[in-house]
T-cell receptor
């Protein structure tokens, strides 16, 4: 099925561990973004990319790294996990021409708990 | 003050009611206005988008923008239990380039039979 695939769906990490959240889309979308969603805080943008090789920081980038070597993949790396990074993480993609008209296609999310 | 304000609810209504969901914003440059629906434990999905002011209708859903008041609304007619979800508004000044939309916090809607 076409769409945005996120893996894993659930993850428990210990403080200080690192890990990579995977995101892949098969719609040839140029724009990809990572959000975290916390109760009462809504969606907050972590990093985004407007094309392969181009990334930029969002509202809450600290503690996270991204790279975009292909159009399809946009992994999010947690460098040294902290309890404050416990959240639900969503990857989203959109065709070129703008997120505001075509809208995002979101993945189903990764629920991360840091203990 | 956040750029986009949205009452988190929950908003509880009986089946068949007309629902009004609202967002206010402070950035007068916003021109694109979107509504997303998010079911529990799922990612958001785009419901509708509107450019500039006016109304847009899609089935039981109507999106309304009042730029003079910096106020947008989503109306749901004949609400159904399947409409129970969180509704997020989002807005952006432009569509192209790196104009990532700003999201509201979402309003939780419960439609009870």
């Amino acid at each position: 099925n076409a769409g945005v695939t996120q893996t894993p769906k659930f993850q428990v990490l210990k403080t200080g561990q690192s890990m990579t959240l995977q995101c892949a889309q098969d719609m040839n979308h140029e724009y990809m973004s990572w959000y975290r969603q916390d109760p009462g805080m809504g969606l907050r943008l972590i990093h985004y990319s407007v094309g392969a090789g181009i990334t930029d920081q969002g509202e809450v980038p600290n503690g996270y790294n991204v790279s975009r070597s292909t159009t399809e993949d946009f992994p999010l790396r947690l460098l040294s996990a902290a309890p404050s990074q416990t959240s639900v993480y969503f990857c989203a993609s959109s065709p070129a021409g703008g997120v505001s008209t075509y809208g995002y296609t979101f993945g189903s999310g990764t629920r991360l708990t840091v203990v | 003050q956040k750029e986009v304000e949205q009452d988190p609810g929950p908003l509880s209504v009986p089946e068949g009611a007309i629902v009004s969901l609202n967002c206010t914003y402070s950035n007068s440059a916003f021109q694109y206005f979107m509504w997303y629906r998010q079911y529990s434990r799922k990612g958001p999905e785009l419901l509708m988008y509107t450019y500039s002011s006016g109304n847009k209708e899609d089935g039981r859903f109507t999106a309304q923008v009042d730029k003079s008041s910096k106020y947008i609304s989503l109306f749901i007619r004949d609400s159904q239990p399947s409409d129970s979800a969180t509704y997020l508004c989002a807005m952006s000044p432009l569509s192209g380039g790196s104009y990532i939309p700003t999201f509201g916090r979402g309003t939780s809607l419960i439609v009870h039979p």
